[in-house]
């Protein structure tokens, strides 16, 4: 049972325009949520998170919107740069759980 | 210092080897973690430790042996593995209480022959 589901193994998007990737979870006691970014033989480095009380959690070029009704999160990523190619992974959370469910990632590519 | 330092970064072993994986941290986290990775899949949960104690252990075989010597450091003992064990072993540490996003180390890239 896949609680975290990133449907698109992958997204293309030109340099400077915005990249959007999805994430949706089926566990509605899941209340934290976090994109890491994981470039190749390297270990997933933390981005940015939200919690569920928030809609909305930005920092700099990366915005995360979260929609409890949808179960749906998102992360935006405004302008694109070509170091932002890489596999971004969302994962989620019961506070004080410690186990992080990971989703399956997408990879970004951003084309110059 | 916000970093987690994984080594070796690569290691080669054969089935009947015995080796360690150890993982340093110096922010203060009472929680600590170890994941596998294979290509093109995301991390998995191997054990947590929080307060220096074993407190998840994700029914990994026993060949896996973690260890928690101290609140800094973390150690895998790998033995007798099988060529289906080679991944990227990751570690990441965290805050024990609240909303406690994980740091990862760089891993090790662990290949069994």
């Known amino acids: 049972d896949q609680q975290v589901k990133q449907n698109s193994p992958s997204l293309s998007v030109q340099e400077g325009r915005i990249s959007i990737l999805n994430c949706d979870y089926t566990?509605?006691?899941?209340?934290?949520f976090l994109w890491y970014k994981k470039y190749p033989a390297e270990g997933p480095t933390f981005l940015i998170s939200?919690?569920?009380?928030?809609d909305k959690n930005e920092d700099g070029r990366f915005t995360v919107f979260l929609n409890k009704s949808a179960k749906h999160l998102s992360l935006h990523i405004v302008p694109s740069q070509p170091g932002d190619s890489a596999v971004y992974f969302c994962?989620?959370?019961?506070?004080?759980?410690?186990?992080?469910?990971f989703g399956q990632g997408t990879r970004l590519t951003i084309n110059p | 210092d916000t970093e987690v330092t994984q080594t070796p970064k690569h290691l080669v072993m054969g089935m009947t080897n015995k080796k360690s994986l150890k993982c340093e941290q110096h922010m203060g986290h009472r929680a600590m973690y170890w994941y596998k990775q294979k290509a093109k899949k995301p991390p998995e949960l191997m054990f947590v430790?929080?307060?220096?104690?074993?407190?998840i252990n994700e029914s990994v075989p026993s060949r896996f042996s973690p260890e928690c010597p101290n609140s800094s450091l973390l150690n895998l003992h790998l033995h007798a593995l099988q060529p289906e064990d080679s991944a990227l072993y990751l570690c990441a540490s965290s805050q024990v209480h609240g909303y406690n996003e994980q740091f990862f180390g760089p891993g090790t890239r662990l290949t069994v022959l």
């Open positions: 430790y929080s307060y220096e104690k074993l407190s």
């Open positions: 566990n509605s006691m899941f209340d934290y």
């Open positions: 939200i919690s569920s009380i928030k």
């Open positions: 994962a989620a959370i019961i506070q004080g759980a410690q186990k992080l469910v």
